[in-house]
């Protein structure tokens, strides 16, 4: 448990640096190189779906297939947040993280197009492939496994880490069998599951679909594909202030703002993705196409922070079985749309977003009468054996306290 640490004692602590000081705080690094990590995990999936554009069709299923290893690095990553990230500080080191996968969505596949056009199809993977090799180097280099095996790191950084985590982090036994028996549990899978299914579909075959229905070119498939993932980046932030500010006034219960936020933004998906279905003009459906994902935002800040909500000290666990199943859809459904779509003919995309309302639909029947916002009864923390997280509470705001 973190002691009182004075303005004397913290002097010029990393500990006490703002965070716009991200240099002088090795956690702040580590969040970082995982924001480049993960944009550059789907600047590789992206630069496939735009490639393939400019291909033959008898190579792209091929290509396809080589964005499934990438499905460990969500789990890979909960791994490192449980060594680096302090209970009070993991939601948003996380989320800053992971919005590196929407950052990467919109600039790599516009990028990727000007790139196919100008220079050719190959300059896409060299040139990201080039990309990956140097964020690879920079993470071997600069990231250890925890803050004990970083010699840059200072003391009092490192004292902060381990007294936040010691006590939360040890002695804690999980209840797979639980796990795996809880509906709510079950409830927040299928929901990360439905949202990545649209979401992994239009990533990698939205470039295809406006090619092949709407008659863009190359280029212009590049910059419009990026339209639905800068909605969902901007439409995440929104729908997290609004979630708290519920929740804060007492509007309505935590179960309720998660079901209705989800469940609510499944059903809009699922009306967009079958309006994009029946209009397929240029217009109509890129609109319908960027809203359907936009709105995704509201389920995806739901359904990350609900292991939080019904599992505390089981988040990060849950968190990375959850995202083991949402990496499903980014290896069935290319495979899917690969049978489907023979002869590139409207109605055969038709199909593609059938099936991605469907699952939509069947996400927001199953979290409505499974998910919850209460800690869950095999998740209770007894006190004798865990910090009570008013107790660190309190204890983080000494730590800072100048």
Same mark, same amino acid.
Request: hydrophobic share 50%; net charge neutral; aromatic share 14%.
């Given at each position: ?185 079950? &409830? $927040?899978?299928?929901?990360?599951? #439905?949202?990545?299914?649209?979401? @992994? %579909? /239009?990533?990698?075959? !939205?470039?295809? +679909? ?65 309006? &994009? $279905?029946?209009?397929?003009?240029? #217009?109509?459906?890129?609109?319908? @196409? %960027? /809203?359907?994902?936009? !709105?995704?935002? +509201? ?72 998910? #919850? ?30």
């Amino acid at each position: 448990m973190l002691g009182k640490l004075t303005r004397d004692e913290a002097g010029d602590s990393n500990v006490d640096a703002p965070c716009w000081k991200f240099w002088r705080q090795r956690r702040y690094i580590v969040t970082l190189m995982a924001h480049l990590g993960f944009f550059n995990v789907f600047a590789l999936r992206v630069n496939v779906s735009v490639g393939i554009v400019a291909m033959t069709s008898s190579t792209w299923r091929i290509l396809e297939n080589g964005t499934k290893l990438e499905g460990v690095s969500f789990p890979s990553m909960h791994d490192v947040w449980a060594h680096w990230a302090p209970p009070l500080e993991r939601s948003r080191l996380a989320s800053f993280a992971y919005s590196g996968c929407y950052l990467g969505t919109v600039i790599v596949m516009p990028l990727s197009g000007v790139l196919a056009h100008n220079i050719g199809w190959p300059a896409v993977f060299y040139v990201f492939g080039v990309v990956g090799l140097l964020w690879f180097a920079a993470w071997w280099v600069l990231v250890k496994r925890g803050p004990q095996y970083d010699r840059c790191i200072d003391a009092r950084e490192l004292k902060y880490i381990q007294d936040s985590l010691g006590t939360s982090q040890e002695n804690i036994v999980h209840p797979w069998k639980k796990f795996f028996t809880s509906g709510s549990v079950w &409830a $927040a899978i299928v929901a990360n599951v #439905s949202e990545n299914w649209g979401f @992994l %579909t /239009l990533i990698t075959q !939205l470039p295809l +679909f406006m090619k092949d229905v709407l008659q863009f070119d190359v280029q212009e498939a590049g910059f419009l594909s990026a339209l639905p993932y800068l909605a969902v980046a901007i439409t995440l932030q929104v729908a997290g202030v609004l979630a708290d500010w519920i929740l804060s006034r007492k509007m309505l219960s935590i179960t309720n703002v998660r079901k209705i936020f989800i469940c609510g933004a499944f059903i809009c998906q699922c009306t967009f993705m079958l309006l &994009a $279905a029946f209009l397929l003009t240029p #217009s109509g459906a890129i609109t319908c @196409l %960027t /809203l359907a994902v936009g !709105l995704g935002a +509201f389920a995806t800040s739901g359904f990350f922070v609900n292991y939080l909500d019904i599992a505390p000290q089981h988040a990060s666990v849950l968190l990375g079985i959850g995202n083991t199943f949402g990496s499903l859809p980014g290896i069935i459904s290319p495979t899917i749309t690969g049978f489907i779509v023979q002869n590139k003919m409207a109605h055969e995309w038709q199909i593609i977003f059938y099936i991605a309302s469907a699952i939509y639909l069947a996400g927001a029947l199953f979290y409505g009468l499974f998910g #919850s916002g209460e800690v869950q009864s095999w998740a209770k923390i007894r006190h004798e054996e865990t910090v009570n997280e008013d107790t660190l509470q309190g204890c983080s705001n000494k730590a800072y306290e100048k």
